[in-house]
């Protein structure tokens, strides 16, 4: 097994920790990351819920690992096919850089919803309209929250499922993880300007982890944000640069308009662009909703319709981060199986 | 005993004007009173004649149908114009040998039998003619075969499913004019009464030819006239003589007004079935194939028309575009919701707030355009840069235009939104409503009764900004694909105010599916029954179409089709007045609003 390659396609934390697990089990890896550096999305993130903790020191601790477990890695470089090749699989990046390996891990991410797509909330066209992404980005660099005017906001809103459940937009599913980035987003801006009115309107909120409710709880009791049920129907820009938005309060069952200065868009995950491409050639199927499909829900949550090609992380569907790291963990014992039953 | 043959003939066709006579006088008589004074008032004018044309031209030559297949337009000439001549050249070959005007009615159809002399003035010339027209009419019949078969000859995808009424109907009329073929070339065979066609025949049957076969030939031809007669009335081809009344009432100026009246009856039974609506209509792509208008039609006619097909329709009316009669579906199907559906006790009263400000024009952006704010922004900035004073109506409690309910059957409620809404414009005392929505442009135009206030489209008003040079545009390079809205273009036939206006910003592509054959988007808001990924496949195909065409923007004028189209990856999608705003030359100075504001919340309503 020990003279066997893997590839890792996508160098976010999903791919480094499979990479990372491979190579300690004596397996040659490469991971190929399109960017000049590992990390991903985490990068641009301040803070991870439900903790607060900083996803600078995981995603340094990640690096560690795998530069110290041997895994190759490769930057700025794209993979745009993966072919059979006899027995092995060929990958192809955009230039003339070929890769060879016995078995590929796909962990090409997600991309984040365009918000644009909902024109009624007015993201690209108002400048207090941001999403959330946009939020973690603005915090870590600048470490505060400010309308485009420059002041500190008074009033912020923040609208949950943005580009998840809406058949409109073409995405009927759940991006689990926005609901919690909600209230932790709500936590943060309460404890930042004490005198900010947060308001969350929410369809229903899904608080899968274990912690989570009491962060809700938290939030409603300690930090006073209101937390509406109904969805925005639209968003309007005043003269004076703040946001009107019209929605329902569907416990109330009326209508309510309210200005705030600044709304946050909780925008949610779609299969990755990069998904799309590598599918193409090499008949790896997807599923209902355009992410990554398993050959089986339960036990071979890692294993892509194609043999050989495995999957791990947001490419299988949408998850939080410690659900991406055991799940890279998952999808690296499978390739292990998949070379002990594979011996030639 | 001879002429027993003319009985089966006879029987039919009595029956027939029996029922004819008794529908017709339902129907007009079922008309309103103000429309039964149209019709009898169009009599007396020009308006007559032009229906006598229309009759010629689209009854019997079918001139809507060779403009959409030749072949498919031959086969109806021949046989409907074809048939017209043989009976008339028939009736003058009886008056010339009889030497007399009047002549009994069943004798021209089967003079070859009884006259079996050819002695009188031209009767070579008239069986001549007789012939060449019979020739003229079995092309068409054999084409009609031809085309039960294969019917992609005939550039049709799809044909109608026939029900029993029509099957008996069809087989009667296919029978008919072989079996006077035969029988006329019998009777040539016997008698030499026949020109090229019978003749020749004549001499083919050779010893077959007898009194008894002749006889029975004839009887036959008689027996499939009188079934054909007889199956009209229940069968497709009701239409034949509907068609002609619904010309007539058509042209006397008579509309359905969201009530069914026998106006409906009219053009329910004047639909011919043929089936040119089933290829123009996109919901096949979705695979949705029993809610087109020939179906709705066939169901309100045999009473079964269940609200699953009544309300899956996008009311794009790229129906009516071909339709060979010129049914008017769209009026017809949303008559026929607002007949079908329970209006709800919907109130309003919310709605019900203090005075109008005034205002020389009133913007209402409606639903859909607030759900742009790309279009509501550019919007202001263009009255801004005109130096209106405008209300927007709309900005803050959003009444709806009442358009939507309409098209789900719920009249009573849009009613209430038009008459709250009617009473605020009245009351700005504004001369000018712009609309930057066709869906509202729609109803403002065709169900609100706003005296002295002209309804603009914003194209159109933005085409006056560009004429008057209140605006001046940088033509830029970009490939334009301009989607025509359903509502606004087929709807309102508007097509050039748009179009003009984008010249004026880059390069309009012309493309083959543009005008009377646009795409619908999907996101129609007529359509209660589709499905989202249903609407997807819609928007698809008609992406699909615009980008073999490589345009750099797909323009739109109507809020609903931007927001379509923007879900489809890769493609830039802008409402004209966004690319207006886009191309203004930066020298523009706005214009002082020339009337001032009165209150305070009045100037945060102006814009």
């Known amino acids: 097994m020990n003279n066997k390659h893997v590839a890792v396609i996508g160098g976010g934390i999903a791919g480094m920790e499979a990479a990372s697990v491979l190579a300690r089990q004596g397996l040659k890896v490469t991971l190929i990351e399109k960017q000049a550096n590992t990390g991903g999305k985490l990068n641009d993130w301040d803070h991870l819920f439900p903790d607060f903790s900083s996803p600078d020191e995981l995603v340094s601790s990640l690096a560690t690992k795998t530069k110290d477990s041997g895994v ?115 936590i943060e801006i309460s404890e930042m ?146 070379f002990e039953n594979h011996r030639p | 005993m001879e002429k027993l043959i003319i009985l089966p003939f006879s029987i039919g066709f009595i029956y027939l004007l029996g029922i004819l006579g008794f529908r017709f006088v339902k129907w007009v008589g079922g008309l309103s009173r103000l429309d039964k004074l149209r019709l009898i008032h169009s009599f007396k004018t020009r308006r007559f004649f032009d229906s006598l044309k229309e009759v010629f031209i689209e009854g019997l030559l079918h001139r809507k149908i060779f403009r959409k297949n030749p072949v498919l337009g031959y086969m109806h000439m021949s046989l409907a114009f074809g048939w017209f001549l043989l009976i008339v050249v028939g009736h003058f070959e009886v008056m010339v040998s009889r030497q007399s005007l009047i002549a009994p009615i069943y004798l021209p159809v089967f003079f070859r039998y009884f006259e079996t002399s050819h002695s009188f003035p031209l009767s070579g010339i008239f069986s001549f003619l007789m012939d060449l027209l019979l020739l003229f009419v079995l092309s068409g019949v054999a084409l009609a075969m031809l085309k039960r078969f294969k019917k992609k000859l005939f550039g049709m995808k799809k044909t109608t499913r026939l029900k029993t009424g029509d099957r008996i109907a069809l087989v009667s009329l296919w029978m008919i004019f072989p079996l006077r073929l035969l029988a006329e070339g019998m009777s040539a065979g016997l008698y030499g009464n026949g020109s090229f066609l019978t003749s020749t025949l004549g001499h083919i049957f050779g010893n077959l030819n007898s009194e008894t076969a002749n006889l029975s030939l004839w009887t036959a031809y008689s027996c499939s006239l009188g079934f054909f007669f007889a199956a009209l009335p229940n069968s497709r081809y ?87 009669v010129g049914i008017n579906t769209i009026d017809l199907r949303i008559t026929q919701r607002i007949e079908s559906t329970r209006q709800y006790n919907s109130s309003y009263e919310y709605l019900e707030d203090g005075p109008a400000p005034n205002a020389d024009t009133v913007y209402f952006a409606g639903c859909m355009t607030h759900l742009t704010p790309g279009i509501i922004a550019s919007m202001k900035k263009l009255f801004q840069l005109a130096g209106e004073s405008v209300w927007f109506m709309d900005k803050e409690k959003a009444p709806c235009c009442g358009r939507p309910l309409m098209l789900a059957g719920q009249y009573e409620a849009a009613s209430k939104l038009i008459a709250n809404n009617t009473r605020k414009i009245i009351g700005s005392e504004a001369k000018k409503l712009v609309v930057s929505c066709p869906i509202c442009y729609k109803v403002f135009k065709e169900d609100y009764e706003l005296v002295n206030v002209e309804v603009v489209f914003h194209a159109e008003y933005i085409l006056n900004l560009i004429r008057q040079q209140i605006i001046t545009l940088k033509k830029g390079s970009d490939r334009i694909i301009y989607h025509d809205p359903c509502e606004l273009g087929r709807g309102m036939g508007m097509f050039e105010p748009p179009r003009e206006v984008l010249r004026a910003t880059g390069k309009v592509i012309p493309i083959k599916n543009e005008k009377q054959m646009a795409h619908c988007c999907g996101g129609s808001l007529g359509n209660l029954k589709i499905s989202q990924p249903e609407r997807a496949l819609l928007r698809n195909q008609a992406v699909e179409d615009y980008l073999q065409y490589r345009p750099d923007v797909l323009a739109t004028a109507c809020p609903m089709c931007k927001k379509t189209f923007s879900r489809h990856p890769g493609l830039k999608v802008q409402d004209i007045s966004e690319m207006v705003v886009q191309a203004l030359q930066s020298k523009v100075q706005p214009k002082a609003v020339t009337k001032k504001a009165k209150s305070e919340v009045l100037e945060a309503e102006l814009i």
Do not use: W
Not at chain 1, 86 to 102: C, M, P, W
Not at chain 1, 320 to 325: D, K, L, P
């Open chain 1, 72 to 186: 190759n890695t490769v930057y700025n470089t794209e993979i745009s096919r993966i072919e059979r090749a006899g027995k092995r699989f060929e990958l192809r990046a955009n230039q003339d850089v070929r890769f060879y390996a016995d078995a590929v891990l796909v962990a090409s991410g997600f991309n984040v919803f365009d918000a644009t797509i909902k024109e009624e909330y007015g993201y690209g066209l108002f400048g207090n309209v941001i999403t959330s992404v946009d939020f973690e980005k603005r915090m870590k660099k600048h470490g505060q929250l400010r309308t485009i005017q420059g002041t500190a906001p008074k009033r912020v809103a923040i609208i949950h499922c943005v580009g998840s459940r809406d058949a409109k937009v073409g995405n009927t599913y759940c991006s689990k993880v926005c609901c919690i980035t909600g209230i932790k987003q709500a």
């Open chain 2, 238 to 324: 009701m239409h034949i003589p509907t068609e002609i009344l619904l010309i007539f009432v058509r042209s006397a100026g008579v509309k359905l007004k969201k009530r069914n009246n026998t106006y409906t009856n009219i053009q329910v039974f004047s639909c011919s079935r043929c089936g040119l609506c089933l290829d123009n209509c996109q919901l096949s792509a979705a695979g949705i194939n029993n809610t087109q208008s020939v179906y709705i039609l066939k169901n309100i006619r045999n009473h079964n028309l269940s609200d699953e097909q009544l309300f899956n329709c996008l009311l794009c009316g790229k129906c009516e575009v071909d339709c060979p």
């Open chain 1, 193 to 338: 300007l004490p005198d900010c009115e947060v308001f969350c309107f929410y369809m229903d909120l899904r608080l899968y982890g274990s912690t989570f409710d009491s962060l809700y709880l938290q939030a409603q009791k300690r930090h006073k944000i209101q937390f509406i049920r109904g969805r925005l129907s639209e968003a309007a820009e005043r003269a004076d640069k703040s946001i009107q938005i019209k929605a329902e309060d569907t416990l109330q069952g009326r209508p309510l308009r309210m200005t705030v200065d600044m709304v946050i868009l909780l925008v949610g995950m779609e299969p990755g662009a990069s998904t799309s491409q590598l599918i193409q050639k090499n008949q790896m199927t997807v599923d209902e909703n355009g992410f990554l499909k398993s050959t089986n829900m339960h036990c071979a949550r890692n294993q892509s319709t194609q043999e050989g090609i495995f999957m791990a992380g947001t490419a299988i569907c949408p998850m939080a981060v410690n659900e991406t790291i055991e799940n890279a963990r998952s999808a690296a014992t499978e390739i292990i199986h998949f």
